[in-house]
């Protein structure tokens, strides 16, 4: 660590490390890192592991409800999936010398964040089919880049992800085309969920370039590959085509392509409600919290038996 060296030093070994980064060579957990590389990546991959495992909670709310068995046993394949990317990715953080149990505190106290979109409520069935194309869409926008980022673990943590992210967006948009091609009703439902779910699936690639201030280091040091903005408008282009494919309107009145960017122009983000989400202040923010800690506190005789077992057969 930092604290054991002089500041020639670490001067010294930071040139290195970014000469190292700019080689593209990967980082690998054994190797020397700025603390606040360590910082930084413990940060991000801390809260992009408490949105997976949060994540389960809006669409956990329909599996009871879900209209017929098959689309029950896609979604419960699909939360199960997210259970085990909240598993992966706290494995990855946890080689940067915090143990989960710390991390899991750090969101149970409300000192940890996790994705605004698990903040909204889900009102009805065309809402499994808008998270699993638009918020699936968008993890997949923002992983791919990720899995080319510059720590070994959480590059590699996100091949497998995106794999499975796949089958999520594709079985979303399934059920969005299967509603736009049935009843009256069923097609105000799919636009009612795109209306409700557009614009937070645009806040969760966070704010503006300009106004994130952890995007310098992220940059710098290759964690992040795309800027904030550059990933939101890359998923704009992909996803306006495919809701017009299946007759969905995208809720913004400035949604228009420009044939000089080659990219769609679009209507400014509520920042006040994106701001007022990630305060605490959303739909659901306090249900999902109460529904983590309630979790947490059930499964403690989960934990403690499977610590008696190991320290019993020295595991
Ligand atoms: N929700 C909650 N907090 C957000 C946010 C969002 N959508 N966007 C930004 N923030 C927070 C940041 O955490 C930061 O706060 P902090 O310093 O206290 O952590 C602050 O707002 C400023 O934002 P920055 O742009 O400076 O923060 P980052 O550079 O970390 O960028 C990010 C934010 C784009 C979310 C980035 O952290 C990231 O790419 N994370 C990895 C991917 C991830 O976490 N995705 C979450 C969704 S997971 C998912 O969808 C699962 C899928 O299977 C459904």
């Known amino acids: 660590m930092e604290n054991q060296l002089t500041a020639e030093e670490i001067t010294k070994r930071e040139m290195e490390f970014d000469a190292k980064i700019a080689k593209g060579i990967v980082v690998e957990p054994k190797d020397w890192m700025p ?13 992009h592991a408490h949105s997976e495992v949060v994540g389960m909670l809006p669409e956990g709310n329909w599996l009871t409800r879900a209209p017929s068995l098959m689309r029950k046993a896609v979604l419960l394949a699909k939360i199960q999936d997210e259970a085990g990317h909240g598993l992966y990715i706290y494995s ?15 969101l149970l106290s409300g ?5 605004s979109i698990f903040n909204y409520p889900t009102l009805n069935w065309a809402d499994m089919g808008a998270i699993g194309w638009l918020v699936d869409g ?36 399934q059920i969005m085309a299967y509603l736009m091609k049935g ?23 966070g704010p503006h370039d300009t106004n994130s201030p952890n995007s310098g280091d992220l940059m710098k ?11 939101r408008q890359r998923f704009i282009d992909r996803t306006v085509p495919q809701a017009e494919a299946i007759g969905l309107k995208i809720p913004d009145p400035d949604l228009k392509w420009n044939p000089q960017t080659r990219h769609y122009d679009f209507g400014e983000i509520n920042w006040e409600e994106f701001n007022n989400v990630i305060k605490g202040n959303g739909p659901c923010n306090r249900l999902r919290m109460k529904q ?21 057969h020295g595991k």
């Open 221 to 231: 040091w290759k964690v992040k590959l795309q800027t904030n903005d550059d990933l």
């Open 35 to 47: 603390d606040r590389y360590r910082k930084q990546l413990l940060r991000m991959m801390s809260q």
């Open 92 to 106: 990855a953080a946890e080689t940067l010398g915090t143990d989960r149990a710390e991390m899991i505190d750090q």
């Open 138 to 173: 968008a993890a997949i926008v923002n992983q791919t880049v990720l899995a080319k980022c510059s720590y070994g673990p959480y590059s590699r943590a996100m091949v497998r992800i995106c794999k499975e992210e796949n089958f999520h967006n594709k079985q979303g948009y």
């Open 292 to 312: 983590r800690r309630d979790a947490h506190e059930n499964g403690a005789w989960v934990r403690s038996a499977a610590l008696a077992y190991a320290e019993k």
């Open 183 to 205: 009843t009256k009703e069923q097609q105000e439902m799919a636009q009612d969920a795109m209306n409700r779910f557009w614009w937070p699936s645009l806040m969760m690639f």
């Open 111 to 115: 000192h940890a964040k996790y994705s």
